[in-house]
């Protein structure tokens, strides 16, 4: 099996792998959102969706959304750590894509900084079955 991270520190980011990923079934494993709490704060959401272009095709189909990874995290701490078993048949992934993290399915992006109650960076963990450059 092969690992596959993401470190998304902003809401429209652009990832740059060392090399494309082809066809195949994929897994997520983790996600760990860090976000600087302060007590009393009034982030209004516990879930954020990430847009990720090679999950196209329905593998993510919702009566609020289709083909966005929803992430939930808990608003009241400085990290969420989830651990999950979800298996999806992903497209290509290129090595070069913009993944998009938004407050909710049609909304705005999540805003990203180091202030209170602010998301600070989202670690998403997959795992597949082979690299096509070994």
């Keep these: 099996m092969v690992l596959f991270h993401l470190k998304i520190t902003s809401a429209n980011q652009r990832i740059k792998l060392p090399h494309d990923i082809q066809n195949q079934t994929m897994s997520l494993k983790k996600s760990i959102v860090y ?60 090595q070069d894509f913009v993944c998009q993290v938004l407050q909710e399915p049609h909304g705005a992006l999540v805003p990203f900084g180091d202030g209170n109650n602010e998301i600070q960076e989202i670690h998403l963990w997959f795992e597949y079955s082979h690299n096509n450059q070994i």
């Design 35 to 94: 976000c600087k709490h302060q007590t009393g704060g009034t982030y209004p959401h516990s879930v954020l969706y990430v847009r990720l272009p090679w999950l196209s095709n329905y593998e993510v189909t919702s009566s609020t959304n289709t083909n966005l990874l929803p992430i939930a995290f808990n608003r009241d701490t400085d990290h969420t750590e989830s651990d999950y078993g979800i298996r999806f048949h992903a497209e290509r992934v290129p």
